[in-house]
């Protein structure tokens, strides 16, 4: 950081330097060295926040405390990174955003007609909506082109451990 002020620094002496030169393209000239140094600081912090998941981590602690609406959300939050640590450590399950309940009634409202299959065009859709990005898009099953309950409950439930492992074990590698 200290070097950037120095940068600025010494672009300002040489912006008046030239600015008796060029009195009428030393505003433009102070400007853009200005943006540029703002420019590559938010890069080098976008990249430490994207590398250590930190978006992430936040999108997860938000959606559950805007879930549970806790009266205290403080202590709700110092809970909820306690148990995340714990999961990262393997003392723990993780608190997960959708339980089985959830992935049941997903898997109701997703369904054509009275069927117990979902077609993996609806997987799809349901694993889009609990806001699951990896998972495997043909997972087992019992009839060609259709998802059976207990393997959607299961293919979500672990693509969520997964995702959640993965930010974990991402934070923690980089620390």
Known sequence: ?????????????????????????????????????????????????NERNIFNIFHFLLSHVIIHQPADPIQYLYELL???????????????????RHLNAIFENILFHDSEFLPLDGFKT????MGVRFYDPCPDQLVRGYVDRQTFCTEALNSMKNELLHMATETSRRT
């Not at 200290?2 to 400007?31: H, I, T």
């Not at 349901?126 to 909506?129: F, L, V």
């Open 82 to 100: 306690d148990d995340f640590i714990l999961f990262r450590s393997g003392l723990k399950e993780p608190r997960l955003l959708w339980t089985e």
């Open 126 to 129: 349901a694993m889009k909506t």
């Open 1 to 49: 950081m200290s070097e950037d002020v120095k940068c600025s620094q010494y672009d300002v002496k040489q912006n008046k330097k030239l600015s008796d030169v060029f009195p009428l393209q030393a505003s433009g000239r102070c400007q853009s060295i200005k943006e540029s140094n703002v420019t590559h600081t938010i890069s080098k912090e976008q990249d430490y926040l």
